[in-house]
């Protein structure tokens, strides 16, 4: 008896470290990484799924898969539903082609939640389901149905998609053909993808806006320069995850099509399963609605700055009390936009936010994105090359120049 009360004391002495080492469990040799993720919306009347979409009616949605594991989950939202959103069925399966509604038979699984066929997910909340048993490889796409016999309430959504969902009558989660489906660019309570993946696999979640999002690319290329950057890290034999949480038209600090940046920072990037990295790129719409919107005197430049300044820091402690590394990019240039019509003073407060993001210390990493898609003869101006044409997005070659700016040594150290 001594001597076990002897052994329980020691370990609250001199020898806890080693007790704790010695019958702690072995640390799992995998966890879950994000492998696919969009950020949610309330979508504006256009945007909306028609009522008859919901009601008795099946929606096919494709996902491109970043990397790669041995079972997988998917996330439900319904983060900005204002009554509980009923899923009656839902189905997985790998992708038959690019631009169509059917999957391969063989891989189609049904999707549960706590072994059901349906779930009831509350208002404001997200759901994960059960895992999967089923391999899925790196740049798969992932078709997710689900079966809905009402309508949300409110709905949530990503708008710009870039991929076709499809529509059908009916619970058709089961049936691997849609010969007769309709299409919709756009993603409904549909959040994440995660993989289970060896525990040193993490994965980055890019945020941002309209250039982050991929406005301009043509729906089911995934050309995006988050889908490019995963491309380049496979064909470095970097195993790691991609996640685009970018909305158009997204700020930091009012909302916008979406919610600020800064109060969507915590679900969209760090309660993402397995996130190493963040890489922010955030403020031409700041900059750009004050100018175009307000009366953009020097005093409320200067506030404005000094926000988008506090903004930042706020976020990248939060990342890193939760080891996160955070990549801070520039700004892209805009002059001849007519979006914004930017006059000098406007580029002078852009050229200033990028010199403290080149400069402060503030980031763990830059991505110097300004630097790559300048003119160098109007260095205010995306280079003829990189622009789409309005002068304020990049173009396909922008967007693979933007990936290739992103310094994957960065990506191979870790904060924690």
Excluded at 4 to 21: E, K, M, N
Excluded at 132 to 150: G, I, N, Q, R
Aim: hydrophobic share 40%; proline share 6%; with cysteine.
């Amino acid at each position: 008896m001594r001597s076990s009360q002897h052994a329980i004391r020691s370990c609250f002495g001199v020898v806890l470290a080693a007790c704790l080492i010695g019958g702690a469990a072995a640390e799992p040799a995998t966890h879950w990484v994000a492998s696919w993720g969009a950020a949610q919306q309330i979508p504006d009347p256009q945007n909306q799924l028609a009522a008859e979409h919901w009601r008795d009616a099946s929606l096919r949605q494709i996902v491109h898969l970043s990397v790669g594991g041995k079972q997988f989950r998917v996330r439900i939202s319904n983060v900005y539903g204002t009554a509980p959103l009923v899923v009656d069925g839902a189905s997985v399966a790998l992708a038959q082609a690019a631009g169509v509604a059917d999957v391969k038979a063989p891989t189609l699984r049904p999707l549960t939640f706590d072994g059901r066929a349906s779930v009831l997910i509350p208002a404001g909340a997200e759901y994960d389901s059960d895992a999967v048993a089923m391999e899925v490889p790196a740049a798969a796409d992932l078709a997710v149905s689900l079966y809905f016999k009402e309508e949300p309430a409110r709905q949530t959504s990503h708008s710009g998609a870039r991929a076709n969902s499809y529509l059908a009558k009916g619970n058709r989660v089961m049936d691997a053909a849609w010969s007769d489906a309709g299409t919709i660019p756009r993603w409904f309570a549909l959040s994440a993808v995660d993989v289970l993946a060896p525990r040193g696999v993490g994965a980055l979640v890019a945020v941002g806006d309209s250039i982050t999002d991929g406005y301009g690319v043509p729906n089911d290329t995934n050309t995006r320069w988050p889908d490019v950057l995963a491309a380049r890290l496979r064909n470095d034999k970097q195993a790691m995850g991609v996640v685009n949480t970018g909305i158009g038209g997204g700020r930091m600090l009012r909302d916008g099509l979406g919610p600020n940046l800064a109060s969507r920072f915590e679900r969209d990037v760090l309660g993402r399963a397995g996130v190493t990295h963040a890489l922010v790129l955030i403020g031409v719409n700041d900059l750009g609605v004050q100018h175009r919107n307000g009366p953009d005197a020097p005093a409320d430049r200067q506030q404005l700055l000094a926000d988008l300044k506090l903004a930042h820091r706020q976020l990248i402690a939060r990342a890193h009390a939760k080891g996160i590394c955070v990549i801070g990019a520039t700004v892209t240039p805009y002059v001849g936009s007519d979006y914004y019509h930017p006059e000098a003073e406007n580029e002078a407060d852009r050229q200033a936010l990028n010199q403290w993001i080149r400069t402060s210390g503030a980031f763990d990493a830059v991505a110097d994105f300004d630097a790559t898609l300048r003119d160098p003869a109007h260095p205010d101006r995306i280079k003829p090359v990189y622009d789409s044409g309005d002068h304020l997005h990049p173009s396909l070659g922008g967007y693979r120049a933007l990936a290739d700016t992103v310094p994957l040594t960065a990506l191979r150290k870790r904060c924690n």
